[in-house]
């Protein structure tokens, strides 16, 4: 489970920004304890604040973090794509990233500083017996061992400028670093994304469907393997199915089944003669009344069905595995009533038992009456146009009450992080005034 994020001159974000997990009240069901940090861990935290004042920025640095480390030595041959804040002196510094996480019960921390040109700084550590101990730390392309970890010392022959230590160290058969690295690459991100033009905005909801076909169509049937490293025995295929239609049921948008149809999708021409004809599957999903059930086309289905649907494989694949998922946005295309369901999904402990986390942006102020204090975080814009982010727990000190409601005192402005909306340069150039 992750417990902190930090980021330092990375888009709007200039001087260093957290989101941390750790619970204030942790006598609630839905904080899971974590014996080794003697704290409680968060399933569900919501960032809000107004339009531009960089909620999405924090939701973006851990993905780009996260691929980074998948990316970096296949693309960064030539520079490092990251993008440091524009004004002050954000060009002068180096961007900065720090996770601490909790895999299979074992606290991590992994920090790293670099700019368009070369990593500066890298560092893995450990915290066995809850004292910190380094797994590998590099200045430039020095990079220092652990003792005992001799395995990974090919590292250092692949280690370049460019090129993250922890992308290589996770190819070496060293639990200490592939358990790390596969939790932070598990991370999946949903929504759109500043980084996400309209091409890879598709290609983001294509890989969410595809996702979620692999909940329904059996495994057997297109060659391929079962959603999160399931096994494919027929019995495992069903109960997956079954959790599935649960999910989507639960969005009570009239849908009874999802189904495959088989149709012509051309034919393939080999040498410029007809070879055979090319059989592809569509999925449609079946609709309920009280007299009939019929089919539809998925195109067909509204906006809100779709993303509903293109949630489930992510969802479930999370809630499985216990692994992060970021939802940049969770308002937009979803009604109110889903939103909470999904933040429901992760609060209660029988659907999420492995610890899974959610974290989302939003401005849908109704959701703020299905969190706690300490899952709520603003973020404002300061004057030199930098993100500042802080947590409502904190923001009001003893002020902001367990039993407060939270939607009536963020609308009142009690918390800040609301729009400064000065109408006088629209009405003066719309000639309503002088």
């Known amino acids: ?102 895999v299979a019960g074992v606290r991590f921390e992994y920090v790293l500083e670099l700019d368009e040109a070369a990593v500066r700084y890298e560092g893995l550590f450990h915290y066995p017996e809850k004292k910190r101990r380094r797994i590998f730390e590099r200045e430039g392309v020095s990079l220092t061992l652990q003792r005992g970890l001799g395995n990974l010392s090919g590292t250092r022959e692949l280690l370049t400028d460019r090129s993250l230590a922890l992308s290589i160290a996770r190819r070496f058969d060293e639990p200490l670093v592939s358990d790390f690295a596969s939790a932070l690459l598990g991370i999946q991100t949903l929504g759109q994304l500043p980084t996400q033009g309209s091409m890879f905005a598709r290609l983001n909801r294509a890989a969410s469907s595809r996702s979620t076909l692999r909940w329904f169509e059996e495994p057997s049937e297109v060659g391929q393997s079962a959603p999160s490293g399931l096994d494919n025995r027929p019995e495992a295929f069903d109960s997956d199915r079954a959790q599935a239609l649960a999910l989507l049921r639960l969005a009570d948008l009239g849908i009874e089944d999802v189904v495959f149809e088989e149709h012509d999708g051309g034919l393939f021409r080999a040498d410029g003669e007809p070879d055979r004809v090319l059989k592809q599957r569509r999925v449609r999903l079946v609709h309920r009344t009280a007299q009939e059930a019929l089919p539809f086309e998925f195109s067909a289905e509204s906006e809100g069905t779709r993303t509903w649907f293109q949630l489930i494989g992510p969802v479930l694949s999370s809630l499985r595995s216990g692994s992060l998922l970021l939802f940049d946005e969770l308002d937009a295309s979803l009604h109110p009533t889903l939103s909470m369901q999904l933040i429901r999904l992760f609060h209660d402990p029988t659907t999420n038992p492995a610890g899974a986390q959610l974290i989302f942006t939003s401005h849908d102020t109704s959701l703020l009456n299905h969190l706690n204090r300490d899952e709520v975080w603003l973020t404002e814009k300061t004057a030199d146009g930098a993100t500042r982010l802080g947590a409502l727990a904190e923001f009001a000190g003893e002020r902001v009450r367990r039993s407060q409601n939270l939607e009536k005192a963020y609308l009142h402005g009690r918390f800040g992080a609301l729009p400064d909306v000065d109408r006088t340069d629209m009405l003066r150039a719309l000639g309503l005034i002088g």
């Open 1 to 102: 489970m992750l417990i902190r994020f930090e980021a330092a001159n990375f888009r709007s974000i200039l001087d260093p920004v957290e989101l941390s997990m750790v619970a204030v009240d942790r006598d609630r069901v839905e904080a899971r304890d974590a014996p080794n940090l003697g704290e409680s861990l968060l399933p569900v935290a919501a960032v809000f604040g107004p339009n531009a004042s960089g909620k999405s920025n924090v939701i973006a640095a851990l993905t780009w973090l996260r691929d980074a480390v998948a990316d970096s030595l296949r693309f960064w041959d030539d520079r490092i794509p990251v993008e440091r804040f524009a004004f002050s002196d954000g060009q002068e510094r180096p961007s900065e990233f720090t996770v601490e996480s909790v």
